[in-house]
């Protein structure tokens, strides 16, 4: 699952609306949309990402973070660490030799130590 798929998942859970009549209002499938939600489609276009804050009657903030969960939300994720320091590419590697195994309190911490400033 992406993180925008689970957002978008748990918005239209919230507000009741099932996966059928949302993916009719948005014009889409119930398939693409569960596929979506469920991490199993590419990221979704910044002209859907408006659709639904449109529909659900999200703006501002809340909308500016679907959009950036969205911009997150590539499953298949390739980095390019060309030209980078030799322990970027192995940073890189390891984290997608070991990200399958990791618990859900390590990818927190790292995700803490990437917000760091």
């Not at 009549?21 to 990221?43: C, F, K, N």
Request: aromatic content about 4%; glycine content about 6%; charged content about 25%.
């Amino acid at each position: 699952m992406t993180p925008f798929g689970a957002r978008l998942r748990e918005l239209r859970q919230e507000r009741g609306i099932t996966l059928t009549t949302m993916a009719a209002e948005l014009g889409v499938t119930p398939a693409y949309l569960s596929a979506l939600e469920r991490g199993h489609r590419g990221r979704p276009s910044r002209s859907f990402v408006h659709q639904v804050c449109q529909y659900l009657g999200i703006i501002w903030d809340e909308a500016e973070a679907l959009q950036r969960l969205a911009d997150l939300s590539h499953p298949r994720v390739i980095v390019d660490t060309a030209n980078l320091d030799p322990r970027a590419t192995l940073l890189a590697n390891r984290l997608a030799e070991r990200i399958g195994q990791m618990s859900p309190q390590q990818i927190e911490a790292i995700l803490h130590l990437l917000d760091e400033e």
